[in-house]
């Protein structure tokens, strides 16, 4: 059972990477909410814009982007602004966390990881403060991960990503909310989406991170969506600069 948020009825919504894993389980949960949403992914998402208009009633606003394309990334909430009027909540979902060593870096992969996992999140930030501040407030959210904060090996710039969301957030939190804007970053933990089942899930370590967590089920997608939707509604209009963890128990903060 997911909450019902009257006030998100309506409203316009800009996600990225949001045809496919969480993304996917998002957009799903803003439609139901009644929620107008626009979203911008690399592959196509053409079916699960027809499934998604099948099972909700309402069709997303799919964008074809590269999120690493800064003035496209752009264009698409201008166009999605347009067609949904200003974007009233922003959630910055997509990253790529792409296993590698600190030895095979090159200085190409580095700047493509932080394109993806940083500089986009900052200048989607950054194109939708203006339509905000006109609608008289807004929500951002950030997705991070519990990674950095376990201090896994394996993918030190994705880590090192996540880590600089929290400070981003929280310095754009305190720069936006005199306009009454909000930024929250939410961490989730290993959430099993069909990419980690087919890249990084083994039963061994699936059953390791598993008896790390306090709750001994396996977060799913759907799990995610109901602490962005806490954040984007006014239940939680007096939160902003904060994580938000959703790890079943694995990282236990304050």
Not at 189 to 207: I, N, R, S, Y
Request: charged content about 15%; some cysteine.
């Amino acid at each position: 059972m997911t909450a019902t948020y009257t006030d998100l009825s309506g409203t316009s919504v800009f996600i990225t990477g949001g045809g496919s894993g969480i993304g996917a389980a998002l957009t799903e949960g803003f439609l139901r909410q009644g929620a107008k949403v626009a979203f911008v992914q690399r592959s196509d998402a053409s079916a699960f814009v027809e499934e998604m208009a099948q099972a909700t009633g309402s069709r997303p606003l799919f964008i074809p982007c590269d999120i690493t394309d800064i003035p496209a990334l752009q264009a698409a909430i201008a166009q999605a602004a347009a067609a949904h009027g200003p974007i009233t909540t922003l959630v910055n979902n997509a990253a790529n966390d792409k296993r590698h060593s600190t030895a095979e870096v090159t200085e190409d992969f580095y700047t493509w990881m932080m394109d993806i996992n940083l500089k986009a999140y900052f200048f989607t930030a950054q194109a939708v403060v203006a339509g905000m501040k006109a609608a008289g407030g807004g929500s951002i959210i950030n997705f991070s991960s519990i990674s950095y904060m376990m201090g896994n090996a394996g993918y030190p710039l994705y880590t090192a990503a996540n880590s600089a969301i929290n400070g981003m957030s929280r310095s754009l939190a305190r720069e936006f909310g005199p306009d009454r804007i909000r930024v929250n970053a939410l961490a989730p933990g290993w959430v099993l989406t069909q990419k980690q089942k087919d890249l990084w899930v083994t039963p061994e370590g699936l059953a390791a991170h598993l008896d790390r967590q306090c709750l001994k089920d396996a977060l799913e997608p759907a799990d995610i969506v109901g602490g962005v939707l806490f954040l984007a509604s006014s239940a939680s209009k007096m939160m902003t600069g904060q994580a938000l963890v959703i790890d079943g128990g694995v990282v236990v903060t304050g």
